[in-house]
């Protein structure tokens, strides 16, 4: 399908706005908790790997599946090396999978509110998206059980929710064999749990992970997907020749070498996000309980894009969603409990 | 369409076998020619802007359109901003056109033999490819004009065969206003010329760079796609969010600002090259004239697989291609004259 006229764009991009990611803007400085960047440095041994891989061998390809990523990845993870596609970031990897899965017209189902980026690249793939709302507990939507889709995704912590299904509860949604089951983990180092063991049971299960959040590289883009063998092998195939860099490869291998290094920091966030949450909850917020490097701050009801504004005019950027199920609610990063505590500060000035 | 069985994924990529990019074997130290890799490092204030960007910034998020990159490409190639587009190597790039123009069923035209991605891509994306052959000098097939394709590739210079198409001979290409055409300049810097000024002329046209070859920077990843400020908007929308790194960004920037670095390297290449063809020529091969940092060997009807096995044997990787246009022919990188001397002498061993 073409419109008018004699772009040799496709009438669907043409007429697409396209991702918007959270603003990154430079005009001064910004608290920024508007991206769920990690407000702690990267790991001692990155930085030291990164200088060590930072040389003449830059002139070299790297290895098309990032080998010794790949097999430190499995090691952490206790798969085999052939469990694991390394991506550039996990939206590299969503996109790879919409490449190997989706034809024109095919549906794929995700509960919404969720991380937006699944409805462009759905859109992008001329598939079809059902979007199925959440109940406003955000537990699993029974319907999307019964969707008649080849793709579920499940973004589990939910974006911009924060909240987390339990994994014993997505077993149903894997029963069905020639459904492939995404589980988008971006956020899931800041959890109680997390879906891998669901891999051992179902060889349509796929759990994507990113390095980007718990382990503070989202300069780096590191996206790993998990899951069969099988699986591996097919999205292998429609992936480009050399999509991660040998920097990025060094760097993603020693941020898993150095896990302790990660959950110092995940254990920092997580008691601040739970005084981020109080903190909210005494200014109004009704905010669901979080599993991620965020929170949902809610005013049923009520348009919150002024009290966005504001903070952004004083110097405080969240993230704002102007759509009918998201107005009532501003995304915040946890940052520092400094940071928290100016945007807090901020925020009860705003209301006052 | 779906195959039978109950696999979640696209028949069309469960029969297809996925690119195969040039071998990179471990099991010893190799003369490697194979992947047309630049023999020389990259520049040191590359290597001095990477240790710079190393740190705590790598917990952020990178510029969606790597402004310092894409700003400084402008500058050098005497473009806006807005004429830039910075992919994770040209390969993505590719990628990220064939999102944006190809329909199901679309005709992409390009002349072959050339690089293989093109089929590859253009199958993934449901398209139908318009092989039409060179004439034996590498001329632009007259057919390609007349193509009834929207989106034409030309890969110029040419890869395997180095040949390069005149700049001025491309312009009836570019006449029809709503076909893209896209000109696959990987290997230019080693070139006497290039098509950047028909970008002035005709809106219509993309020029793809890398800094893979000339730039010694294959590790990085790092594609330019460079065209109307109109057809970068919509090749834009399609890419993913961030999908070039804080590093990649940094050392591109700084590769295209020490641009004598670059032109030193090639120039030695290029007399290389000279050399390397004359060689191949005294051993009986005849071998296109190469604008690019590989030549093509060919003995024409004689299938040369035993030559490449028997180089491989003797510690020489060259690239080798099993198919009825070229198995009669070796792609051999332009490397340092020591390794070239090297593999010409075991070629004279293999051939005597």
Known sequence: MRGPGRSPFRQRVRVMQGYVPGEQPRDRRYVKLNTNENPYPPSPRVIEALRDAVGESLRLYPRPLADELRERAARSYHLAPENVLVGNGSDELLSIVMRAVVEPGEPVAYPVPTYVLYDTLVELHDGEPVRIPFAPDFSLPPELVEA???LVIVCNPNSPSGTMIPPRALRPLCAARERLVVIDEAYVDFADANCLDLLGEFSNVLVLRTLSKSYSLAGMRIGLALGAAAAIAELAKVKDSYNVNRLSIAAGAAALRDGRWMEANVRRIRRTRESLSQGLVALGFSVPPSQANFVLA???????????????????????????????????????????AVMLRVLAQLLG
Chains 1, 2 share one sequence.
Do not use: S, W
């Open 148 to 150: 008649p889709a080849r």
């Open 298 to 340: 809610r005013r049923p009801g009520e348009n919150l894009a002024p009290l966005y504004e504001g903070l952004k005019r004083r110097g405080v950027l969240v993230r704002y969603f102007p759509t009918p199920d998201l107005y009532d609610a501003l995304r915040i990063t946890v940052g520092t409990d400094e940071e928290v």
